[in-house]
């Protein structure tokens, strides 16, 4: 299945009961396969875009944050849950203050949110990130690394409801900064919902896949500076 930006913004993700061991594992959950894959997306959000279109919740947040760090398939499929192995927020006590603000949820308490992230997604990444301090501290680090917000910036795009660019303009300024382009989603308006990161297994950037697609029909994106 092909992961589109557009619908992982919108549905709400059904994590199946297993029990078996990674390996010994039949993946049951709807819309993902298998237990390998072969990159990364790094996804965020615009949390005020988020707000005004997806979840009901009020925000000024001016940052790109984490919706998730996902282990993807070159054909666009991916897998997920791959153990059985369950969330422990004790686990990242050491990096709680910056989960908080770079990780928030928007739609209740945080701490669902990362058990949903890190058991769906997480435990198919434990050939690369082992433990579940990993998981989390690295996708912050590689956000902070490769933030689509600064990279804008650098190439004069900054947070504005009437001042846009066009997608190609906002490729040409991730490429810039990170060496490859990225794949962004946006609302009807233009205002940008998520973006995604191709990451290899090297945790190094790389070109995306012909799967990870632009989902933006509007002809001028914005990073908007306020809910409106
Ligand atoms: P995923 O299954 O990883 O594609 O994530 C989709 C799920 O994450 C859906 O249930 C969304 O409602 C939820 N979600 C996405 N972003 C956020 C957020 N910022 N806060 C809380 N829940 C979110």
Redesign the pocket.
Known sequence: MIRSLTI??A???ASAAVSALRGAHVNTTAGCTGNTYDFFLL?T?W?IT?CMD??SCTTSQQDF?M??L?PNNVDGSYP?TCTNEQFNQNAIASILTQMNTFW?????A?A??WA??YT??GTCAEDVLPTELSYFSTALKLRSAYDPLAALATAGYNPSNTQGFSVAEFNAALKAQNGFAAAVSCDSSGNILETQVCIGKNLQPMACPASVTNSCSASTLYIPASMH
């Open positions: 992982s913004a549905i709400a993700g996804v959000q949390p988020q997806v979840f944050t919706h998730g996902w997920c928030p949820s928007l739609n209740g945080a669902s949110f949903h992230e769906k997604h």
